[in-house]
Structures are given as structure tokens and as C-alpha cells.
């Protein structure tokens, strides 16, 4: 007992963690949950406003990869400062590990996924190891989104996808690979249900399949 009463001793001494989500609701309710676990004064930002730069973070990144990218998600785990510990809750469909930069990082830092029902319970504990200096990444997010991603995809498919991520059109496409502009056309739009990129008019799934496959690499 004296040696929990300690910890919490030193996390209340140095600065409140901040919940960054992208959904104010989970995010006030985690904050909430980190309140009553021993974390007094936890804050909550949402999306790209600004937060406390070395406070510790719990991040809630979106659930899809379109949404992911197209909000700034990525560049915003790339800017965390190396030295500052955090908590990522994600869907491991969302290629979070090679943002958190887990080879240079100076600091404690917790990967798990939010799609299971017993994360929650676990994002206290993640959180003081973490303070730590402690690193645990859940299995899930082991194998690449773009590799899991590519293992839907056929041979054909694969070639396409291989051009349109280097930024040839549907016609540069047909041309490089003796095929017809309509079998191209069928081909992207497969890829792109099998990369889970909806229709969507404020979203380019060209450039967002592009970084996806760069992603993998």
C-alpha cells in the first residue's frame, strides 16, 4: 500500500495528463475515468486544439484510416515531443505504430486497441507505466495496416495499386500495363473497397491509397 500511495504521490506532483480525442464524448468520458483513478486535474482537448506541450497524453485518434489521415491525425502523433510519455487508443485498421516513432522516443508510451471492451479499465494502468518510462504495444498492431491491407488485394490488383500509389493516372495505368482504360477503372474501384475508402466528396481516395501504400513500406 505504501508503495502504490507513492506513485500517486509523484503523478499528482508533476503536470495533469491531457486526453486529446477526436470524439468529445469519449474523450470527456476517459477524462472523467482518469480523474477517478488518481490522475487530478486530467484535461481534455479535442481534435487539433492545443494541448499542455509536456504533459503526459492519452490520444484517441479516429477509427477509420480516411478520417485518420484526412484530419491531420498522423502529423499530429509525429509532433508529440519525444520525451513526453502517452497512452494511444486506436483501432489497429489505423497505422498509428509508425507515427509514435517507438525507436527514438525518450519516454514511456502504450499502444492498445480501443475496439476491446477491457481498454478502458486498462488506460489507468497503461498511463502510470508509461510515467515509468515503460512500453507496451498491443499485438494487434504488430503486422502493418498496409500489409493486412495488401493481403486482400490479387496479383492484378497489387500491380495497379503499385502505379497508382507512384501517381500514374487510370490511363498511365492501361498504358504501362497493356490493358484497357475500363479494366483499370474496374480494378481501382475494387482497391479501393478493399481499402475500406468510401465515396466520399471531401476525401481523395487516390492520394489517401497512395499514402496507405507508402505506409507499408
Same mark, same amino acid.
Given at each position: 500500500m ?5 506513485r500517486?504521490?509523484?503523478i499528482?506532483a ?6 486529446m ?9 476517459l ?21 499542455e506541450?509536456r504533459?503526459?497524453l ?8 480516411a478520417?485518420? !489521415? ?18 494511444? /487508443?486506436?483501432r489497429p ?6 507515427? !509514435? ?7 514511456g ?8 471492451p477491457?481498454?478502458?479499465?486498462a ?7 508509461? /510515467? ?6 498491443d499485438?494487434l ?25 507512384n ?29 475500406? !475508402?468510401g465515396?466520399?466528396?471531401a ?15
Amino acid at each position: 500500500m505504501e508503495r502504490e500511495f507513492g506513485r500517486v504521490g509523484a503523478i499528482a506532483a508533476s503536470a495533469p495528463p491531457t486526453v486529446m480525442s477526436w470524439d468529445p464524448l469519449a474523450g470527456e468520458l476517459l477524462r472523467g475515468h482518469l480523474e477517478a483513478e488518481g490522475f487530478p486535474g486530467t484535461t481534455h482537448v479535442v481534435g487539433g486544439e492545443t494541448a499542455e506541450a509536456r504533459a503526459a497524453l492519452v490520444l484517441l485518434p479516429p477509427p477509420t484510416y480516411a478520417d485518420y !489521415l484526412g484530419s491531420g491525425w498522423d502529423v499530429r502523433l509525429r509532433s508529440v515531443p519525444l520525451d513526453v510519455p502517452m497512452v494511444v /487508443l486506436a483501432r489497429p485498421n489505423v497505422p498509428v505504430r509508425s507515427a !509514435l516513432q517507438l525507436n527514438l522516443r525518450k519516454s514511456g508510451v502504450a499502444l492498445l486497441d480501443a475496439g476491446r471492451p477491457s481498454t478502458v479499465g486498462a488506460v489507468s494502468s497503461a498511463l502510470r507505466m508509461s /510515467l515509468e518510462g515503460g512500453q507496451v504495444i498491443d499485438p494487434l498492431f504488430i503486422e502493418s495496416t498496409g500489409d493486412q491491407a495488401r493481403a486482400q488485394l490479387t496479383p492484378a490488383e497489387l500491380r495497379v495499386y503499385a502505379l497508382l500509389a507512384n501517381g500514374r493516372s487510370n490511363s498511365g495505368i492501361a498504358d504501362e500495363l497493356f490493358l484497357s482504360e475500363r479494366t483499370v477503372e474496374v480494378h481501382v474501384r475494387k482497391i479501393f473497397a478493399k481499402l475500406g !475508402l468510401g465515396d466520399n466528396a471531401a476525401m481523395n481516395r487516390r492520394v489517401v491509397a497512395a499514402s496507405m501504400f507508402v505506409a507499408s513500406d
